[in-house]
């Protein structure tokens, strides 16, 4: 079960992992829609375009409870998993969890590090397209009206 601390340990994660992205040039936004009806916790484009996503996990049961993250798969060309230092890193091993294509990241609020790479599984172009201009619209609308508006 999830404590009182969960939220601010997310919000160090996303943080953490957001400076990670910046270092690479990757573009990132909290909280975004997908049009399945899922939110991506950390989304970002790469200057050549892809598309990552990140989900945050900070706890065993929160890793393990939740069975919606396969669909976001259809809505990134690279999927991460982010934790917080001290996190059991041996849960990701396991294969519902796609270590084959996930990578992996452990955060703070300060700083990430990218432990494991994740696997290009690249979109469709038309995809790649809708989902490029959907977070482009997204990000203006948020840098014009605030986090709320978006």
Known sequence: MAGDSDPLIAADVVRGTARLMLRHDWMAMAEVPLGNNRRADLM?????????IVEIKVSRADLLGDGKW??????????FWA????????LFDRPELMPDRAGL??????DAVMLREAVDHPLA????KAETLKFARRAS????FG???A
Do not use: H, N, W
């Open 44 to 52: 970002a484009l790469c200057p050549k375009g892809s598309i990552t």
């Open 70 to 79: 396969p669909d976001y798969l259809d809505y990134c060309d690279r999927y």
């Open 83 to 90: 934790v917080p230092q001290g996190f059991d890193l041996t």
């Open 105 to 110: 990241i452990v955060a703070d609020r300060y």
């Open 125 to 128: 172009a038309a995809r790649r």
């Open 141 to 144: 609308r948020r840098l014009m």
């Open 147 to 149: 986090e709320d508006e």
